[in-house]
């Protein structure tokens, strides 16, 4: 299989870096446009895939990930459209479109996908909403499906929700990073090596994480079985309420999704 980029900027080359992890697809099948910040050539140089300059080399792809910025996706997929069949497959990762849009500018022979990931499929552990173009075949449907799970965990969800998936998706690994330095500035204020910090924040992340999703508790009733009568972990909350944690959280959600 072929499969075509088009940006290669932060999210792009998150999931180029995964695709290519998993083995979905090889340097030399991959195909790669990318704009006049030169990512993708510095990119290019560490993963040995094939760097193209024109939207012809895309009509070789039978799947296209188009990874631009929002405002200029849509006239980006008019100037690619030529490229495309009634047989490719077009996932887009940008936001400010919807699958309509897309298809008004492809035409309805290109089955779309509207994908919203987040960073950590460069690591084959992301978070992926999607959405279908309607009537899509089942077999397309599941094949796009495949190579999105080759990244993480694939959610189909409503059109409408996208763009609040993408804002805890996609923004919270940025709130998740602040708290983990938050936590590793406690760690060395109390005298331990900012190093040694780090590891274990981002396993204590990683398994509390794990026990989320594998026990399907409740996080209040997580939390109770870790805060003991009297204990220094309630103590720790009760600073955390203080300091309007719970609101600071609700809030960066309202405003990123803004």
């Known amino acids: 299989m072929n499969i ?7 999210m792009g080359s998150a999931m ?3 695709l290519l992890k998993a083995k979905m697809v090889a340097p030399e099948n991959l195909f790669v446009k990318g704009g006049s ?7 290019q140089e560490k993963l040995g895939f094939q760097l193209i300059k024109d939207y012809e080399t895309l009509k070789e792809c039978q799947v296209i990930f188009i990874a631009t910025g929002a405002k200029i996706v849509l006239d980006i997929l008019k100037q690619a459209a030529p490229s495309m069949t009634k047989d490719t497959i077009l996932i887009s990762v940008a936001t400010g479109h919807t699958v309509k849009e897309a298809q008004a500018v492809l035409g309805e022979q290109v089955h779309v996908v509207h994908a919203i990931p987040n960073t950590p499929v460069s690591v084959n552990a992301g978070m992926i909403g999607t959405v279908f173009a309607e009537n899509m075949p089942a077999k397309v449907k599941a094949e796009a499906t495949r190579i999105l799970e080759s990244l993480g965990k694939v959610e189909e969800v409503n059109e409408n929700i996208l763009g609040t998936f993408g804002t805890v998706a996609g923004c919270s690994p940025a709130f998740v990073d602040i708290f983990m330095e938050a936590l590793a500035d406690g760690a060395v204020l109390e005298g331990m090596p900012r190093s040694l910090s780090y590891e274990i924040i981002a396993q204590m992340m990683l398994g509390s994480a794990k026990l989320a999703l594998e026990t399907k508790k409740h996080p209040g009733e997580l939390k109770d079985g870790v805060t003991s009568p009297g204990g220094s ?3 720790g909350v ?14 960066a959600v309202k405003q990123a999704n803004s």
């Open 233 to 235: 972990t309630i103590k």
């Open 4 to 10: 075509g980029f088009i940006g290669a900027g932060h």
């Open 37 to 43: 910040s030169g990512t993708a050539e510095t990119l």
């Open 238 to 251: 009760t600073a955390l309420e203080k300091n309007g944690f719970r609101y600071a959280v609700i809030d």
């Open 16 to 18: 180029i870096e995964g």
